[in-house]
């Protein structure tokens, strides 16, 4: 096997397992406020990569961790998650995935308005047909809209802001740290929003408490994956199996929770990765030819 192939394998691991865990953050939502799974995740996050670092003799406090960019790119990601997770609980996982299929199509043209990115017509169309798929499966002025979905939008525009600030920083902050700002932010924020909402604190049982802790274990063997598969191989092949997180989510979301998605949702699906392959195929076409 080659190493793209591991790579695109690892990447699938990768999807898979957060496919799995917003089935679980779903599941919890039902009887846990989703401010508090919030909190309780980002505590969870944070012992688990204070424990990681630790294991691999890196040091927990990073003088980087109160840089702006730092800074703003934990804000991002706390508000993307806020987002995410209060659409899990409000509509089916399959649609607040397939939204979340957009971020690449956002991040290139966040690239091309903001960081001087080179993005031809080509790309620049192939972004327009992708948020039409968007707007496919958000329908906005049908009588089916619901208006939670725009939590998804917003969910997938923070992660997008994310990954663009992220481009702009130096290799100096490890991927383990900026995970452990962004999980510690959490915290203090999902206890605020718990205490704006008036929402009540539900002392999980054993089983929910159980669901926290599964939900940590596979959101950080999803990280530690999809480090190692972007290191094996060519990027962009092995970026491209990103994709295989909405086959799962439908997987996870028809056996859970009995969902059915309409056509409609699954053609803009269809749309929204067609034009995410194209971009990623695309650049890595440019990439190539520029080395030669």
């Known amino acids: 096997m080659t190493d793209s192939l591991r790579g695109a394998a690892l990447m699938v691991a990768a999807m898979a397992a957060f496919a799995v ?10 009887t846990i406020p989703a ?10 996050g944070a012992l688990a990569f204070v424990g990681w670092l630790r294991l691999s003799g890196q040091a927990v406090w990073s003088a980087h961790y109160i840089r702006p960019q730092v800074l703003l790119r934990s804000g991002f990601e706390v508000f993307g998650t806020l987002c ?22 956002v991040v290139a043209m966040g690239a091309a308005l903001f960081l001087g990115a080179q993005v031809g017509w080509r790309r620049w169309l192939a972004i327009i047909v992708g948020f039409v798929g968007v707007m496919v499966i958000l329908r906005p002025g049908a009588d089916s809209f619901d208006p939670a979905t725009l939590l998804a939008v917003g969910g997938m525009l923070g992660l997008a802001a994310r990954d663009l600030v992220t481009r702009t920083m130096p290799g100096v902050v490890s991927g383990a740290r900026l995970s452990l700002h962004a999980f510690a932010a ?14 009540p604190v539900v002392v999980p049982d054993g089983v929910g408490f159980g ?25 962009s092949f092995v970026s491209s199996f990103r994709y295989s997180r909405m086959l799962f989510a439908l997987v996870v979301g028809g056996v859970a ?8 949702t699954l053609v803009g699906v269809a749309i929204v990765i067609a034009s995410g392959l194209y971009t990623l195929i695309r650049e890595a076409r440019l990439r190539t030819a520029s080395q030669v």
């Open 84 to 105: 995410f997770v209060s659409a899990l609980s409000l509509i089916p996982l399959a649609t607040a995935s397939a939204v979340i299929q957009a971020t690449p199509l």
């Open 186 to 199: 959490l915290f203090p924020t999902g206890v605020a929003l718990q205490l704006a909402l008036g929402a």
């Open 21 to 30: 865990e917003d089935g679980l953050i779903k599941a919890l939502s039902g």
């Open 257 to 264: 929770f009995g969902e059915r998605p309409d056509v409609w």
């Open 211 to 235: 669901i926290l802790a599964l939900c940590v274990g596979i959101g950080m063997f999803g990280y530690l994956t999809i480090v190692a598969a972007t290191r094996l191989g060519d990027i």
């Open 35 to 44: 401010a508090q799974i919030i909190w309780m995740l980002g505590l969870g």
